[in-house]
């Protein structure tokens, strides 16, 4: 079965500081795929990133930035400079391939409340 | 930009009662979800359908649950007797076909409150 932990409950920073959310998994499959969600105080959730099972490549686009290690199976999330808008609820999710045809679900973790303060 | 849409944004019902509660997945995507999230905590998988049929569901969709695409553009989840812990926020998303798009995208959610 798929497993997401955030641990991090909830951050709190100030304005400018730098904040990485942490995120495990757990899964059987050897190919799936890893997600980050946004949800602002609004509470739509915002997709934010995919990365795929295959591909250890981090990436980064502008202030985020996504470190992959598939040794410690964590998707770790960096925001750098962090500003009050990045306020909100953050969630990692995982999701098997499945076959052709398959609908493959999201497993959400519990999220990370990043609060950024001025 | 293409979205998902969902109506009503809020619907308040007194236990027993049916709702039925309305998506427009974005027009080329074939997949379709149901989730849900009780207020603070996590996102729940519901539903898949794709292809005119459920793909999969989890232990939370019983029989009180049903999804229908009635036609082209709607996806609907309907929930026969509603009871007091069916209150959450639910939320449709949608995605598109091919292996290297996983990716759903997320409606606004519809907050049902049960009383």
């Known amino acids: 079965a798929q497993k997401v932990t955030q641990a991090q409950t909830e951050i709190s920073v100030v304005e400018k500081e730098d904040v990485t959310l942490d995120c495990v998994y757990e899964?059987?499959?050897?190919?799936?795929?890893l997600f980050w969600y946004k949800q602002p105080p609004s509470g739509e959730l915002v997709f934010l990133i995919r990365r795929n099972s295959f591909d250890e490549q981090n990436e980064i686009s502008g202030r985020y930035s996504w470190n992959f290690q598939k040794s410690t199976s964590s998707f770790n999330f960096t925001i750098t400079a962090s500003q009050v808008v990045d306020s909100a609820v953050y969630f990692c999710?995982?999701?098997?391939?499945?076959?052709?045809?398959?609908?493959?679900?999201?497993?959400f973790g519990t999220g990370t409340r990043l609060q950024v303060t001025l | 930009e293409p979205e998902v849409t969902q109506t009503p944004s809020h619907q308040v019902t007194q236990m027993g009662q049916e709702v039925i509660l309305r998506c427009v997945p974005i027009s080329n995507h074939l997949y379709f979800y149901w989730y849900r999230q009780i207020l603070g905590q996590k996102v729940e998988f519901l539903v898949s359908f794709y292809n005119n049929e459920i793909s999969e569901k989890s232990e939370i969709f019983d029989d009180q649950f049903s999804v229908e695409r009635p036609d082209g553009s709607n996806f609907t989840l309907k929930i026969r007797s509603t009871k007091l812990e069916d209150s959450a926020m639910y939320f449709c998303a949608s995605r598109k076909t091919g292996i290297m798009s996983y990716e759903q995208y997320f409606g606004p959610g519809t907050r049902l409150t049960v009383t």
């Open positions: 899964t059987r499959d050897t190919t799936y795929y």
């Open positions: 999710a995982l999701s098997e391939a499945g076959y052709t045809g398959t609908a493959s679900k999201l497993t």
